[in-house]
């Protein structure tokens, strides 16, 4: 039986991947240089390099940029840009249909507590999540495997009997590892990645109701 839903935030529960990218591509082009978008692509899914952009940014400049100095104001503009952002096709339908058959869900994000809590108290979900674990929670972000380790903990289900919904690779790595079934949904800016691990991949979470994935992976 399945016993728990996990779902990833960015690229899944949003599309802020979109904005985040944009708030760094305007630091890239203010400073007469190209976004590396090819670079960042390689990034999504994990915070385990949150440096990688401001070090390329340098080296494409030749100046310096004060991580600790710029980073907020950067993260401030991602987070207006993903200000207007809804929830993106299936969500909703599959959070319905969790509650009505009472099979709790649960966040695993390597992204802060701040940015996950935020947007899903602006869409007015928060509470329809049993446990939120962000990249706090955990002693470090995927593709390590601590993140979801603390969210079945927190849960009380077996890994087995819980469904991971990934958009990245990093993060399907993760949810494996774990010891989840994996349900791949590649986003915005992981559709090239390799997401053969998965047990499954879909187009969108709308494009197969979540009762037909309780039956493929149910007893």
């Known amino acids: 039986m399945i016993r728990a839903l996990i779902f990833d935030f960015d690229g899944l529960i ?15 082009e203010r400073e007469g240089v190209p976004f590396p978008e090819d670079l960042w692509r390689t990034m999504v899914g994990t915070r385990e390099n949150d440096d990688v952009l401001w070090n390329e940014l340098e ?11 710029l980073e907020p104001p950067r993260r401030a503009r991602s987070i207006e840009l993903a200000s207007c952002l809804g929830p993106l096709p299936g969500i909703i339908d ?9 099979v709790p869900v649960a966040i695993a994000s390597s992204s802060s507590s701040g940015w996950v809590r935020g947007h899903l108290e602006r869409l007015g979900l928060l509470a329809r999540f049993a446990i939120v674990c962000t990249k706090e929670d955990a002693s470090r972000t995927k593709p390590d495997p601590a993140v979801y380790v ?3 903990r927190r849960l009380g289900v077996d890994a087995s009997h819980a469904v991971a919904f990934e958009d990245s ?3 399907v790595a993760s949810a494996k590892a774990a010891g989840l079934i994996v349900v791949a949904v590649p986003g915005s800016f992981t559709e090239d990645m390799d997401f053969s691990a998965a047990d499954l991949v879909l187009g969108s979470l709308g494009e197969r109701e979540l009762g037909w994935i ?3 992976f149910g007893d």
């Open 14 to 28: 949003i599309d802020s991947e979109v904005p985040v990218a944009e708030s760094w591509r305007e630091i890239f």
């Open 59 to 69: 080296r494409l400049t030749g100046r310096r940029f004060p991580a600790e100095q």
């Open 150 to 152: 603390e969210v079945v």
């Open 94 to 102: 599959m959070l319905d249909f969790a509650a009505s058959v009472g």
């Open 169 to 171: 690779a990093p993060g």
């Open 214 to 216: 309780f039956k493929r």
